[in-house]
């Protein structure tokens, strides 16, 4: 049987550890490349932040399975065992332009039940984390269940993409929401988004397209807090697939998909 609170405990050793990395590289010249398109980026720091966890990983923990965003871990088909998902810069282009606004993401599932997440906003040394069972934690600080708030009252995370027209989406449907809610924001790192769902700053997220190192530990942190994650569809969450992602406390979320996305 794993030890999840010494699992938990060296992944938290390594976050901070890679974090005060990428702090220190800040006076540094960063080494910028794009992926599938000139705005989708990774540096240096990226791939060096990828192979230091992914080394700690496999040194400690052989038997168990890699997936990371830029491809340093194992070839995943299942989420059989257990399997670590990581991030290491969600946010790559705020942290090329701002310095701010990214995080590192590491979710660890057994046979596809989340049992570890941490989320470590970096320049804010903010670490979100949770075990399953046990409660979610922003530093020593324990989240306290979500209480929904009328939609009038709710800020919810929308990149203005998706209130325009584009092939992914239906705007028309995103457009009334955003005009229904008090606010809208968008802070360019899924994994912030999912953390501060998780902890009341936020009342909900959508967006239309996420990885699963994008959502992984978000997940984890949102179940011990009695938030709501499903597809905009209202479907279950892929976890291994590209997904449509709308979470948000419980109440927001059913308003929402019934009168709104599914009118």
């Known amino acids: ?8 405990s060296d992944a938290k050793s390594w976050i901070y550890t890679a974090g ?6 800040f006076q ?15 540096t240096n720091m990226d791939k060096e932040t990828e192979q230091y966890l992914i080394s700690k990983i496999n040194e400690t923990y052989p038997e ?12 995943i088909q299942s989420l059989e065992g257990i399997v670590w998902i990581v991030d290491p810069i969600d946010g790559t282009m705020n942290f090329v332009h701002q310095q701010r606004n990214f995080a590192i993401s590491i979710g660890i599932y057994e046979d596809g039940v989340g049992q570890v997440g941490l989320i470590y906003d970096v320049v804010h040394d903010e670490l979100y984390h949770a075990v399953r069972g046990k409660g979610a934690f922003m530093n020593d600080y324990k989240l306290p269940e979500l209480k929904d708030v009328p939609l009038n009252q709710a ?3 929308l990149n203005a993409t998706w209130v325009m027209e584009n092939k992914r989406f239906n705007h028309n449907l995103l457009v009334p929401v955003a005009k229904a809610v008090r606010g809208t924001r968008s802070y360019g790192s899924a994994t912030l988004e999912f953390a501060y769902v ?6 909900a997220y959508i967006t239309l397209r996420l990885a699963p190192w994008d959502f992984a530990a978000g997940l984890i942190l949102l179940e011990e807090v009695g938030a709501k994650a499903t597809t905009l569809d209202g479907e279950k969450i892929n976890l ?7 979470v948000a406390k419980k109440g927001i979320h059913s308003t929402i998909l019934k009168d709104y996305l599914h009118k």
Request: glycine share 8%.
């Open 198 to 203: 998780a902890s009341g700053r936020l009342d």
């Open 20 to 25: 005060e990395t990428i702090r220190q590289s």
């Open 240 to 246: 291994l697939g590209q997904n449509s992602i709308f």
């Open 155 to 157: 800020v919810i995370a």
């Open 64 to 75: 168990h399975r890699i997936l990371g965003e830029e491809g340093f871990g194992h070839d």
């Open 28 to 42: 540094n010249v960063l080494q910028i490349q794009s992926k599938s398109n000139p705005d989708d980026l990774v």
């Open 1 to 8: 049987m794993a030890n999840w609170s010494k699992i938990e």
